[in-house]
């Protein structure tokens, strides 16, 4: 295989991805991109096997084990996604971007142990200083994402004991001063790798990454995961993109940016959502103060509940409904019983919507891949920014499981959340609270929507919940 050919087909995968990119930007374009990002990673994976094998000098021994790697990771990678479930998919995302810094991590090191094999330099020459500089900011950027990416993995999962893995902050005196330090000294070790190609210095810059990928992560609560979930995706990409300029393979260059500056974008989208710092995302400087100052005790209050056949019949005399999914939809799996709800709701002559906060669930989309799963209409489906303005006029506004996306505590002053953008479920005539118990989210506040006059709470399993709601709308 020429190298004009090689490129001509990396060239193609690109093209590939940012159709991908451009399809996943919206859910009615949204399987045409997963199908162009398929073809695409299949152009570039075969493509690279051939240039290995090219590399090689044409041994099949180097043929196989690329097929095997293929065969096994593709494998694993199918099997693992076909027994995923929705509410796992956040730690399924985590334990990827672990596993591309860790790539990132294995083929820099593999580099500098045998550049020549790369083609960086000849056998036996020193590696160029600028693919020395590429190489450790690319292992050092993949070390970082392989252990902030466990971290939150465990954080996001919440079934280990392990305290760094529980979704709590963790946070001791001087924790970023410590953070600042170990950045400055793995910047001094890369200059010291840069000037002499020190083990010692590589060896230092990887430790030091995966150290700071952990001090990274642990100050930061169950709240704030799906900003560090997509900053994490973004960290992924840098890392290939560095990797890629010194093996000069172009696929890695554009694939590794088109990932890291889009996860960036979609974080900066986030923190707007949350009303967070993009730099303290950066810097893992962010969630351990809101969620220590929200951890106070709460207050046992009295609600307002009431039954699913209650809430059903709210339901059946109201005109304008709009729903508010949130994680505790996702747990119970119950996004097919509210589209059934909704058809229902639909055939008496009520108007249903759907409302979707931009951190509805435990990663950036979580609601919209739920209701697409159900085969809900996405006309009906209205992002946070759309749909605010409805709230004031809607008769009933039935939330399934959400909670800091509706508090009103985000307008208060001095609150933990105060300044986030929320969805104004509180301005409807009539609220529906379903949960299982009276907990509180992932920023540890009481929500004093709950607590209105005008909110009926609906305990219990939200699919068990809504299917009753359902055999009761006449």
């Given amino acids: 295989m020429s190298m004009s050919l090689v490129t001509l087909l990396y060239l193609i995968a690109s093209v590939c991805f940012i159709q991908a990119l451009k399809g996943l930007s ?31 000098g044409g041994q099949m021994m180097g043929l196989g084990y690329v097929l095997a790697g293929l065969v096994i990771g593709g494998g694993l990678g199918a099997y693992m996604a076909g027994k995923v479930e929705m509410t796992k998919m956040p730690e399924l995302v985590a334990f990827m971007h672990s596993m591309i810094g860790l790539a990132a991590v294995f083929i820099a090191a593999t580099a500098v142990l045998e550049p020549w094999a790369f083609g960086i330099t000849a056998h036996g020459e020193p590696i160029p200083g600028g693919n020395r500089i590429e190489l450790a900011l690319g292992a050092f950027i993949g070390a970082v994402t392989f252990s902030g990416s466990v971290i939150a993995f465990g954080k996001l999962s919440g079934k280990y004991k392990f305290r760094l893995f529980q979704g709590a902050p963790v946070s001791f005196p001087g924790q970023h001063k410590l953070n600042l330090a170990l950045g400055l000294a793995a910047a001094f070790f890369c200059f010291g790798f840069w000037h002499s190609q020190s083990w010692m210095d590589f060896g230092l810059i990887l430790a030091l990454g995966f150290a700071l990928g952990v001090l990274l992560i642990i100050p930061i609560g169950g709240a704030d995961m799906p900003v560090v979930v997509s900053m994490l995706n973004s960290y992924s990409g840098w890392a290939a993109a560095g990797i890629g300029f010194s093996l000069n393979n172009s696929m890695l260059i554009i694939a590794g940016s088109l990932v890291g500056s889009s996860g960036a974008i979609l974080s900066y989208i986030m923190c707007k959502a949350m009303n967070r710092s993009f730099f303290n995302v950066i810097l893992g400087g962010f969630g351990g103060e809101a969620s220590a100052a929200a951890a106070g005790g709460a207050v046992q209050r009295n609600v307002k509940s009431g039954s699913a056949d209650d809430a059903a019949f709210v339901l059946g005399n109201a005109e304008t409904v709009i729903i508010v999914p949130g994680y505790g939809l996702a747990v119970a799996r119950a996004q097919h019983a509210v589209k059934e709800l909704a058809q229902k709701l639909s055939e008496k002559g009520v108007t249903v919507k759907y409302a979707i906060h931009p951190v509805a669930g435990r990663m950036p989309g979580h609601m919209n891949v739920l209701l697409a799963e159900a085969e809900v209409p996405y006309d009906q489906v209205f992002e946070m920014e759309d749909i605010n303005a409805e709230f004031g006029q809607a008769d009933v506004a039935i939330i399934l499981g959400a909670n800091d996306v509706v508090n009103p505590a985000a307008h208060v002053k001095g609150s933990p959340i105060y300044g986030m953008p929320i969805l104004e479920a509180y301005k409807a005539k009539t609220i529906i609270v379903n949960k299982r118990s009276m907990a509180a989210g992932y920023a540890g506040l009481d929500n004093e929507l709950f607590y209105s006059d005008k909110t009926m709470m609906v305990f219990g399993d939200a699919k068990k919940v809504v299917e009753d709601m359902v055999k009761a709308v006449e």
């Fill in 26 to 56: 919206h859910p009615t374009t949204s399987i045409r991109g997963n199908l162009f990002g398929m073809v695409g990673m299949a152009i570039a994976a075969l493509t690279t096997a051939a240039l290995i094998v090219k590399l090689a």
